[in-house]
T-cell receptor, first 116, second 111 residues
Framework: AQTVTQSQPEMSVQEAETVTLSCTYD???????LFWYKQPPSRQMILVIR??????QNATENRFSVNFQKAAKSFSLKISDSQLGDTAMYFC?????????????FGKGTKLSVIP | DTAVSQTPKYLVTQMGNDKSIKCEQN?????MYWYKQDSKKFLKIMFS???????INETVPNRFSPKSPDKAHLNLHINSLELGDSAVYFC??????????FGPGTRLLVL
């Protein structure tokens, strides 16, 4: 069974600063995908960034980037130039092919507060 | 032009009642999902349907029954509601499995 661990229940960062959210996972699979989702107070789940395990290059989406360390099974999210709108719960998620379908397994989330 | 919509957004009901949550997606996706987010924010998959066929059924009490009348709809019916069913329920859909589009969630409170 796959597990996803986010060791930081809460974090805060000053506006315009950089913050890194940690995520580790456990799997025996070789082909899988990793995601970071954002859930603002509106509750909407929004995909932030995605990483394919077979790609060595770290994914980047504007101010969001990941540090993917496959051997260490680590997948951290770096948010640069933090903005007030980045305040949200952030969920790390793992996807692999289960019986008949691809299935997302989520971590317990990190609550990020951006301070003006 | 909402991609994935859920109704109702809030549902307050008594223990023992039967209730349904509806989900519709207008993205033309083949696969739809139901997730449960508990009070500690933990999000866990419950069901997945592909082209109206059940393909994932996690360890969920059989009081929960998904129903897919067509590819664009996946409704969740819950019988004999219990206090522990209180949670936020999210519907999602995907076409390429990599990107799941989530609905806004339905907050269920069982009294």
């Amino acid at each position: 069974a796959q597990t996803v661990t986010q060791s930081q229940p809460e974090m805060s960062v000053q506006e315009a600063e950089t913050v890194t959210l940690s995520c580790t996972y456990d799997t025996s699979e070789n082909n899988y995908y990793l995601f970071w989702y954002k859930q603002p107070p509106s509750r909407q789940m929004i995909l932030v960034i995605r990483q394919e395990a077979y790609k060595q290059q770290n994914a980047t989406e504007n101010r969001f980037s990941v540090n993917f360390q496959k051997a260490a099974k680590s997948f951290s999210l770096k948010i640069s130039d933090s903005q007030l709108g980045d305040t949200a719960m952030y969920f790390c998620a793992f996807m692999t092919r289960g019986a008949g379908s691809y299935q997302l397994t989520f971590g317990k989330g990190t609550k990020l507060s951006v301070i003006p | 032009d909402t991609a994935v919509s859920q109704t109702p957004k809030y549902l307050v009901t008594q223990m023992g009642n039967d209730k349904s949550i509806k989900c519709e997606q207008n993205l033309g996706h083949d696969t739809m999902y139901w997730y449960k987010q508990d009070s500690k924010k933990f999000l866990k998959i419950m069901f997945s349907y592909n082209n109206k066929e059940l393909i994932i059924n996690e360890t969920v009490p059989n009081r929960f029954s998904p129903k897919s009348p067509d590819k664009a709809h996946l409704n969740l019916h819950i019988n004999s509601l219990e206090l522990g069913d209180s949670a936020v329920y999210f519907c999602a859909s995907s076409q390429d499995f990599l990107t799941q589009y989530f609905g806004p969630g339905t907050r269920l409170l069982v009294l």
